[in-house]
T-cell receptor, first 115, second 114 residues
């Protein structure tokens, strides 16, 4: 069975500082991994995905994430946080080897960026 | 519009009543998903449909919940005999046919059971 863990309910950073939002996953096969963001009063939006190849994936709004197979992690990062990055972030996993479409999300991490 | 459309945007119902929530996916998307987001909680997988395959219903929390997808397009999520704990935002998403594709989400239906 697939599962995703986001160990932090909330992450607080100062504007201009680097940010990391953690995600670990569990699948029986190999994963497709995704990050989505939910801004206040707006729908969920796709940020980036890992499919195969380069472990460092770059996405929208300057975000990036690094796939680490040995640690089964896919942490979201940004070198310099903006106040406008404050939102709810979700990590998601799909099992590539089963060929199915079932996509499981984590509990979400709320990011607060202080000016 | 070209996005995922959900209706109604808000639904208030009395405990014990049945409700139907509707989702119109993006045209041409073969996969359709339902999730539930409770206040302050993550996204709970409910069900997904892919093409003509049997749906994966493994996330439905009880037999009061059911969903169908007609003609490979529009989907309806039905909750029978609603309970207060069913109050949540119900989100629909669709995606193209490849398993490495991202999901496109609708704005959700806020369900309140009084």
């Amino acid at each position: 069975a697939q599962s995703v863990a986001q160990p932090e309910d909330q992450v607080n950073v100062a504007e201009g500082n680097p940010l990391t939002v953690k995600c670990t996953y569990s699948v029986s096969g190999n994963p497709y991994l995704f990050w989505y963001v939910q801004y206040p009063n707006r729908g969920l939006q796709f940020l980036l995905k890992y499919i195969t190849g380069d472990n460092l994936v770059k996405g929208s709004y300057g975000f990036e994430a690094e796939f680490n197979k040995s640690q089964t992690s896919f942490h979201l990062k940004k070198p310099s946080a903006l106040v406008s990055d404050s939102a709810l972030y979700f990590c998601a996993v799909r099992d590539r080897d089963t060929g199915g479409f079932k996509t499981i999300f984590g509990a979400g991490t709320r990011l607060f960026v202080k000016a | 519009g070209a996005g995922v459309s959900q209706s109604p945007s808000n639904k208030v119902t009395e405990k014990g009543k049945d409700v139907e929530l509707r989702c119109d996916p993006i045209s041409g998307h073969t996969a359709l998903y339902w999730y539930r987001q409770s206040l302050g909680q993550g996204l709970e997988f409910l069900i997904y449909f892919q093409g003509n395959s049997a749906p994966d219903k493994s996330g439905l929390p009880s037999d009061r919940f059911s969903a169908e997808r007609t003609g490979g397009s529009v989907s309806t999520l039905t909750i029978q005999r609603t309970q207060q704990e069913d109050s949540a935002v119900y989100l629909c998403a669709s995606s193209p046919s490849a398993t490495n594709e991202k999901l496109f989400f609708g704005s959700g239906t806020q369900l309140s059971v009084l």
